[in-house]
């Protein structure tokens, strides 16, 4: 039996392993999902555990996505974005990739939106902002990073190419002009708390927020109600466990049994 698993602290509530096991059962795969809740000191000891008890493969979730790229072989996009949410263990070695930027761009591409040419803001700074604009950019799109400190905005669209950097303050200004608003901040999670005014949002817009919890946020929310399209998180969720399930088995996810597991659970 193969063994695969997410290692993070807390990992208790992750919705990682119903999804796994749900595609292994489609496939008809001899494996095993599990959680590893690591302690925070001692990660690179579990790395190098996992690794000498023939664990096949990881999910990363926080707070160890920056140590595991210090673990592992990665991939050359992985390189720019500095973290590793999945692992691949090769013979050769481990090697790490980053499927919540490969994954999200798969989620806009489900939902038939077009990044190539197009204009984006990515709210935030954090990890999950680097692998949005990262990801973005790498699809073709032009983008432009709102924070609400405008430092690390500046900082994060230094390294992204062609990115330029803005305050929180500028983001009605920029949803006048963009196609994509991409929240990749914390704000909305179980809250009715939301990054973008509801009167910025126009028709012309795609939303997609990576909060999934709840589902229909506020940010989201004030978008369909102006005629915006819309990608929830757990879009994201989904497709970044569909590339590491792919990456690991070299076999085609199904996506539609990861979707109806995932959701269940929601």
């Known amino acids: 039996m193969d063994v695969y698993g997410i290692i993070g602290n807390p990992v208790e509530h992750s919705l990682s392993p119903p999804m796994h096991e749900a595609a292994f059962r489609e496939r ?10 690591a302690d925070v000191d001692r990660i690179e000891e579990a790395f ?50 980053n499927t919540d930027m490969t994954g999200t761009l798969r989620a806009f591409e489900h939902h038939d939106v ?58 009605p200004e920029l949803m006048a002009e963009v196609d994509v608003v991409a929240n990749a901040t914390s704000v909305g999670l179980e809250s009715d708390d939301s990054v973008a005014p509801a009167d910025a949002w126009h028709s012309d817009l795609v939303a997609f927020d990576a909060v999934y919890t709840p589902l229909e946020t506020t940010f989201l929310g004030d978008a369909k109600a102006a005629g915006a399209q819309t990608i929830d998180g757990a879009w994201m969720l989904l497709f970044q466990g569909v590339d590491a399930f792919e990456i690991w088995t070299g076999e085609e996810a199904p996506v539609d049994a990861m979707n109806e597991a995932l959701r269940s659970h929601l």
Do not use: C, M, Q, W
């Open 114 to 171: 077009a990044l190539d040419g197009a204009d984006a803001v990515v709210v935030g700074a954090g990890g999950a902002a680097r692998a949005l604009a990262f990801g973005f950019e790498e699809a073709g799109a032009d983008v432009a990073i709102a924070n609400r400190t405008e430092s690390k905005a500046h900082d994060l669209a230094d390294e992204v190419p062609g990115a330029t950097g803005h305050g929180l303050d500028e983001l």
């Open 48 to 97: 190098h555990g996992a690794e000498a008890l023939g664990v096949d493969g990881l999910t990363v979730t926080l707070p160890f996505k920056h140590d595991a790229f210090e673990f592992v072989e990665p991939e050359e996009s992985v390189r720019r974005v500095g973290a590793v949410n999945t692992i691949d263990f090769t013979e050769s070695g481990p090697v790490g990739y």
């Open 28 to 37: 008809g795969i001899d494996a095993k999902y599990v959680t590893f809740e």
